[in-house]
């Protein structure tokens, strides 16, 4: 297995393609979803987990606002049947990587009420919940 941040477009797209369909809300089913990928393709960092050639995990992280200096995990999943294999802390390990040589001094990300595996996970990691953002999802973040 391995972790790395690629700026290979058609391996963003892959990567995107292989973890969409484990989301509980799918980019592929979003409003006018290649313009959300366009914006993540032109602005956010792509962290792939990759067995041999196949995609099979991601975190797509925001790293740039030296204002409020924190990150936003905007898309992240590791295909069930890669599960349980610490692809995902080795993932958020990267992503916190990512953020502090950038400068940021914490991660946020939202993730939806009902996603109880999720939020285990995120706490698990050092995460805490900070506030709603929607009426179904929560903010979390971690302290860097």
Sequence with gaps: MEIFRTDDEVLKRRAVRAVDPYFPV???????????????LRFADFIVAADGDEPVGLAVIYANDL????????MFGVKDEYGRRGIGRQLMDACRELALSRGMDRIRLEV????????????????????????????????L
């Design 26 to 40: 799918r980019l592929s089913e979003r409003p006018d979803p290649e313009a959300l990928l366009l914006k993540m």
């Design 67 to 74: 204002e409020s200096r924190m990150a936003y995990v905007t």
């Design 112 to 143: 939806l009420n009902s996603n109880e595996r999720a939020i285990r996970f995120y706490t698990k990691n050092g995460f805490v919940r900070t506030g709603a953002c929607r009426e179904d999802s929560s903010y979390m973040e971690k302290v």
